[in-house]
Structure formats: C-alpha cells, structure tokens
Nanobody, 121 residues
Framework: QVKLVESGGGLVQAGGSLRLSCATD????????MGWYRQAPGEQRELVAIIFSGGVTNYADAVKGRFTISRDNAKNTVYLQMNSLEAEDTAVYYCAADLRYSAIVPFQRYWGQGTQVTVSS
C-alpha cells in the first residue's frame, strides 16, 4: 500500500497565502494524474486543481488566477500554492494521485488524509 502525506494547512487571514504539499511515503513505479480536492462542512468534495503527468493543468473556476498546482516528479510530490485566500476557501483539502506502486499492479487512486485550511475574514 501507499500513503499520501500532506502538509501545509493552517489558519490564515483573508488575502493571505498558504502552500500545501503532498508526497508519497515510498518509491513509486509510476504516477499519472495528481490533484487537490476540498470539502467544506456540509458540502460535497470538489475538485480544486489537477495536473497530468505531462504538466497540463486544470482548475476549478473559483480558484483560477489565485491557486497554482505543480509537481516534482523526482520527489513524487504535488504542491498547491494558494494566494489571495478568501473565507470561501475554508475546507479540508485532500490530495489525490493515480499511481501504480509496482509494474505488476494497475493504476489506482490514492487519497491523502486531508489538511485543514481556515481563512478568517
């Protein structure tokens, strides 16, 4: 099994910035898509940003121009730089990765444990 370990959440004032990181806890054979999702209280989990293995990115309309997703393939790590944070960005943020940890298993989606981001207005 593989774990995705997240870090970087916290409390920030509106207008501030945070950077989330998510890394695998072991060496991985191959990683395809990596992304960030979020879930606010009483809401469904929603896609925030996604980055494909070739570097193509896609963002939710609510975060375009404010958030930037990136990845370091050598470190099996995905990042989410969040600028101009708003109270509406308050949620638990989860990273996800479609990966295969060895050559003999298929791609599977793995999730991080979630990290709380709270933006005070």
């Amino acid at each position: 099994q593989v774990k995705l370990v997240e870090s970087g959440g916290g409390l920030v004032q509106a207008g501030g910035s945070l950077r989330l990181s998510c890394a695998t806890d072991r060496r991985i054979f191959s990683i395809n898509t990596m992304g960030w999702y979020r879930q606010a209280p009483g809401e469904q989990r929603e896609l925030v940003a996604i980055i494909f293995s070739g570097g193509v990115t896609n963002y939710a309309d609510a975060v375009k121009g404010r958030f930037t997703i990136s990845r370091d393939n050598a470190k099996n790590t995905v990042y989410l730089q969040m600028n101009s944070l708003e109270a509406e960005d308050t949620a638990v943020y989860y990273c996800a990765a479609d990966l295969r940890y060895s050559a003999i298993v298929p791609f599977q989606r793995y999730w991080g444990q979630g990290t709380q981001v709270t933006v005070s207005s």
